[in-house]
């Protein structure tokens, strides 16, 4: 049974970002400008120039040819998941990447970086990239990308006013921006305008990047949104190319619950499952994929700078590799330091109005321990100066750049804002993963704002868009703020917690507990502490907040959701206390506080806990105990 749940769990990312819902939108003042979505990696089709002049598409297949392969050996893969599971992966790898070989062959590409076969994308001018054309001439939007994102934008921008671009995201980041700068000034003549909007995810995020570094000066774009970019890379390519790769399974499981909006919280359930099996079928999966993969240039962009030097040495032949390695470089060390003034010039210079969202506080799924959305490090998207997962800046850390007195230390202490590529217009939003900015109300009306309209120049635009927030994906049940302060942040004239149900499913939840660490508050708790979905419950408390700045607090919410499979759910949130002097700094990092358990119970204790993997079932329930024992010590007073 336990091997059964692994394997729906691993099938199941598959599915997490394949399905967003889409919310019908009636604003007036919208920007005039065309659209341009720049997708996320892989989204383009691509197709083989056979020498009788006829083509023959090899990627962004409608699924025939993947089931045909699967479905050909099915006998063998189950099979080979069981000796997988055995860990006796091998043959589970061998079927796999020699299917693979066989679908998508046809990618590879030379050993100079160039294509070893004449693939290029399918779509290329503006008027085969028009999205209305598209639908006119396919009759479904099956070529088109993003699609849930783009019938989001259409609620402001009609179909026939959005384009999108399509590469060949073999190619670098710079051979695909100068595409995109060619297809700019082609949507520019087949539409009429003299500018365009941007809205790029993921990959496309450092494409665009590239792109506003080599030829921003054009000033052909009006607003650009890189929503979850890998612009400085990708962590796991991180993880493959070291051969690191350790799955986190709790990550994992967290990145499957949020991309199907799970409103049920199966990880503690599961975190005795083992899935260290994963491990050694990505090892042994790796060879097959390289043969392909391996010079693709938009691989090598995806090193972080500070390994590059380290895996060219590893994987590149400087004499074989010799083009490819050009390219690689001129990305990495011409074209990556651009960034940081090549935006800012975009937004003081060109009159652009350019911004970036970005997933921090989740630990990278393949077992890296940076600050990341699941997938791209929280650095490479932004910039911004973080520490390691898991851990946070000290109290009374001082922001490295002054930022005109801005405060820019997220509430967590984990994100130095100030520090990022654009620390006036990059969002910071704590628990979103990777390619769920939609599933999140905020991220989702933040994203579309900043794309069609004009209201918000920088984090400090619109209240009600703060630069620091918590995610509220529905899998995450509950989200909490303090009554009287700025979302994520505490002081002396707060007086209560407010607590918001985030079902989108009209799932009733029950307050059970409600615990504090780092601050001495207690919260009393209505006589039915119910929360219908979507409404908000406000909870007050008692308890002196020190006279102290520049300090984390973390509150954790016990909750049970009617209806849901599991009895216990539970979440924590981090604030920062802004309520007088701040005191010494006692270094740049430490650990996160204490759950109650840790506070009660012996090290010893805690440590078998997380050797038999039941720490956190332990944990939640009792700080249901505790919580319910402070209470009764309050009303006795």
Known sequence: MKRAVSLCLIFSVLIAAVCVPVFARADDGISDYPVIMVAGYSASALVLEKEDGTQEQVWQMQGGNVFDMVFGCVGRIIAGLGLAVLERPQYLAKIIGEGAQGLIGTMACNDDGTSTYN?????????????????????????????DIMAAVREYVPREKTYDFNCDFRMGAVANAKRLDEFIQDVKQHSGYKKVNIIAVSHGGQVTATYLALFGHKRDVNNCVMTVPAIGGAGIVYDLLTETTDFDEINLLYFIEHGTRLETDFHWLVEAEELGFLDGLITELFPYFWEIIGHWGSIWDFVPTDIYEAMKEKWLDPVKNAGLISKSDYMHYTVMPMFKTAFKDCNEKYGMNVNIIAGVDNGVTTGKKVNSDGIIHTFSSTGALCPAFGER?????????????????????????????LPDNTWFISGLFHGMTFWDYFTRELMLSLLVKNEIRSVYSLPEYPQFHTSTNPSYAVSARFGSSTEGYLSDADSSLIIKNLSIKNRPLKILAINCDGID???????????????????????EIPKVSNSRVSITVSYNVYGSATPVGERSIAF??????KPDCGGTACAFPSAPIDRVFPPALTGFLKDARLYTLFSMFFSIIYFAFNSAKLTVR
Request: proline letters at 7%.
């Open 393 to 421: 800046f000290a109290d009374g850390y001082v922001q490295k750049n002054p930022c005109g007195g801005k405060y820019k230390v997220s509430p967590a202490m984990t994100v130095d804002a100030s520090t990022a590529y």
């Open 521 to 543: 508050l207690k919260f009393r708790l209505p006589l039915i502490p119910l929360i219908r979905a979507g409404e908000e419950l406000e909870i007050p408390f008692t308890g």
């Open 576 to 581: 920062t206390l802004m309520n007088g002097e």
């Open 119 to 147: 693939v290029k994308p399918m779509f290329n001018t503006a008027e085969e990239c028009n999205c209305q054309a598209m639908l006119d001439r396919f009759g479904d939007e099956s070529y088109q990308h993003e699609t």
